[in-house]
């Protein structure tokens, strides 16, 4: 055996070999037979496998960049799917962006558009506020921008003056949100008004609902609202027919069923028993006829919020508000006749179709109690309430309290 540092050993049958290099060592292990002759005659870097044939030994640098190589290609999968994964992410996000940037200034253009001519602060004799938000949405009969043959197709009429078929009060508060009809001839008390175009003042009467929209306009009606109900009206929200039709059009329809057949001649509708994809003029004679309804205006009443929680269901999901392709439309369609307070603007309008899309599933849609539908007046037949039970419901919605039915 050679003591010298880096010398070898050497045994008579197997040769064992033993390379020292500053402590660390390695064995190698080649039959006699295979590669006769010493150590120091054999070629370097060689040594035999198992059959004896020689074969070069494997330089350890050599050995650590295979080593290298196969754990990039063991690596470098995983990593292009990751950058493919980023790629598709910024994509996405940036059409996410732009989708928001057209959308917003569609709502930016179409806010600059409204007309916002209510002023509530100049309602007069108002009561205090109560807890919770009062919405006063109002369907009018306004024929704003529809030509003669549009008023034919949509039973409009020719009549004058402003007259409203819709009177909804949505509250919204701590107890989810509550959907509440007026009928149109409910026998209210008017409070004394002046007519806007004479200035001629008329004393307080009893008339009806209705009559208040035709006489004084919003303002007129929301007073009579407040006067009758102890409610304050926070918020105006009126649409007229030629905006309505846009308006489902615009969403692509509304979905409705009903569980009769449908022929109302004045109102022009006309469906079978079932479910129906309502284009806007088939909407608009569904929440405007009564005529086959058992309770008449009650009967439009319930058709009205029906619809109305379903239209907001449908123009509250992403798909509609966050597409400029369909925000636009729906904005250009409505804006002719849509008509807010001066404290409103059009993103306000977006948790009032949340409230009214809630009243679906956990919200309450009720009908004022209603005492008699045919009370003889020298204004024609009206609708009157129930005293105490009214005024319990009104307490209610003013305190922000569960509505209880009545």
Same mark, same amino acid.
């Given at each position: 055996?050679?003591?010298?540092?880096?010398?070898?050993?050497?045994?008579? #049958?197997?040769?064992? =070999?033993?390379?020292? %290099?500053?402590? $660390?060592?390695?064995?190698?292990?080649?039959?006699?037979?295979? *590669? !006769?002759?010493?150590?120091?005659?054999?070629?370097?870097?060689?040594?035999?496998?198992?059959?004896?044939?020689?074969?070069?030994?494997?330089?350890?640098?050599?050995?650590?960049?295979?080593?290298?190589?196969?754990?990039?290609?063991?690596?470098?999968?995983?990593?292009?799917?990751?950058?493919?994964?980023?790629?598709?992410?910024?994509?996405?996000?940036?059409?996410?962006?732009?989708?928001?940037?057209?959308?917003?200034?569609?709502?930016?253009?179409?806010?600059?558009?409204?007309?916002?001519?209510?002023?509530?602060?100049?309602?007069?004799?108002?009561?205090?506020?109560?807890?919770?938000?009062?919405?006063?949405?109002?369907?009018?009969?306004?024929?704003?921008?529809?030509?003669?043959?549009?008023?034919?197709?949509?039973?409009?009429?020719?009549? #004058?003056?402003?007259? =409203?078929?819709?009177? %909804?009060?949505? $509250?919204?508060?701590?107890?989810?949100?509550?959907?509440?009809? *007026? !009928?149109?001839?409910?026998?209210?008390?008017?409070?004394?008004?002046?007519?806007?175009?004479?200035?001629?003042?008329?004393?307080?009467?009893?008339?009806?609902?209705?009559?208040?929209?035709?006489?004084?306009?919003?303002?007129?009606?929301?007073?009579?609202?407040?006067?009758?109900?102890?409610?304050?009206?926070?918020?105006?929200?009126?649409?007229?027919?030629?905006?309505?039709?846009?308006?489902?059009?615009?969403?692509?329809?509304?979905?409705?069923?009903?569980?009769?057949?449908?022929?109302?001649?004045?109102?022009?509708?006309?469906?079978?028993?079932?479910?129906?994809?309502?284009?806007?003029?088939?909407?608009?004679?569904?929440?405007?006829?009564?005529?086959?309804?058992?309770?008449?205006?009650?009967?439009?009443?319930?058709?009205?919020?029906?619809?109305?929680?379903?239209?907001?269901?449908?123009?509250?999901?992403?798909?509609?508000?966050?597409?400029?392709?369909?925000?636009?439309?729906?904005?250009?369609?409505?804006?002719?006749?849509?008509?807010?307070?001066?404290?409103?603007?059009?993103?306000?309008?977006?948790?009032?179709?949340?409230?009214?899309?809630?009243?679906?599933?956990?919200?309450?849609?009720?009908?004022?109690?209603?005492?008699?539908?045919?009370?003889?007046?020298?204004?024609?037949?009206?609708?009157?309430?129930?005293?105490?039970?009214?005024?319990?419901?009104?307490?209610?919605?003013?305190?922000?309290?569960?509505?209880?039915?009545?």
């Amino acid at each position: 055996m050679n003591d010298r540092p880096g010398g070898w050993s050497r045994r008579d #049958s197997d040769v064992e =070999t033993t390379r020292v %290099i500053t402590g $660390h060592a390695w064995v190698e292990i080649a039959r006699r037979r295979a *590669l !006769p002759g010493p150590p120091s005659t054999r070629p370097r870097g060689i040594t035999s496998n198992s059959s004896g044939i020689p074969r070069p030994r494997q330089p350890a640098d050599d050995q650590n960049q295979q080593d290298r190589g196969s754990y990039n290609l063991r690596t470098r999968q995983p990593k292009a799917r990751r950058g493919r994964l980023h790629r598709i992410t910024r994509i996405v996000a940036v059409v996410v962006v732009l989708l928001l940037i057209a959308s917003s200034g569609t709502y930016v253009w179409a806010d600059s558009k409204l007309d916002r001519v209510v002023d509530l602060g100049k309602v007069a004799d108002r009561p205090p506020h109560g807890k919770g938000t009062n919405y006063l949405i109002v369907g009018s009969d306004s024929r704003a921008g529809l030509s003669e043959q549009a008023k034919k197709e949509l039973h409009a009429g020719s009549a #004058s003056g402003g007259r =409203t078929d819709t009177m %909804i009060l949505l $509250h919204t508060g701590a107890h989810g949100t509550s959907m509440l009809s *007026l !009928p149109r001839d409910s026998w209210v008390t008017i409070p004394p008004y002046v007519l806007p175009d004479t200035g001629k003042h008329y004393p307080q009467s009893k008339n009806k609902l209705n009559a208040a929209f035709s006489l004084g306009g919003p303002t007129l009606l929301v007073q009579t609202i407040e006067r009758n109900t102890g409610l304050r009206i926070d918020h105006y929200v009126e649409v007229g027919l030629g905006g309505f039709v846009g308006i489902v059009n615009g969403i692509g329809g509304v979905r409705m069923c009903v569980d009769k057949n449908i022929n109302d001649p004045k109102s022009g509708e006309n469906l079978t028993k079932g479910c129906h994809l309502l284009n806007g003029s088939q909407a608009l004679s569904f929440v405007r006829q009564r005529h086959q309804e058992a309770n008449g205006d009650l009967g439009r009443i319930q058709n009205q919020q029906r619809f109305l929680a379903t239209l907001a269901h449908k123009a509250a999901t992403p798909g509609v508000m966050l597409n400029p392709l369909k925000v636009y439309p729906i904005m250009s369609a409505g804006l002719g006749t849509l008509v807010l307070d001066k404290s409103m603007r059009l993103w306000s309008l977006v948790p009032l179709f949340r409230a009214t899309k809630s009243t679906i599933g956990s919200g309450k849609r009720i009908d004022i109690p209603v005492s008699n539908l045919d009370f003889r007046t020298d204004k024609g037949s009206a609708v009157t309430w129930k005293g105490p039970q009214s005024r319990k419901l009104f307490a209610e919605l003013r305190n922000d309290q569960p509505v209880q039915r009545h």
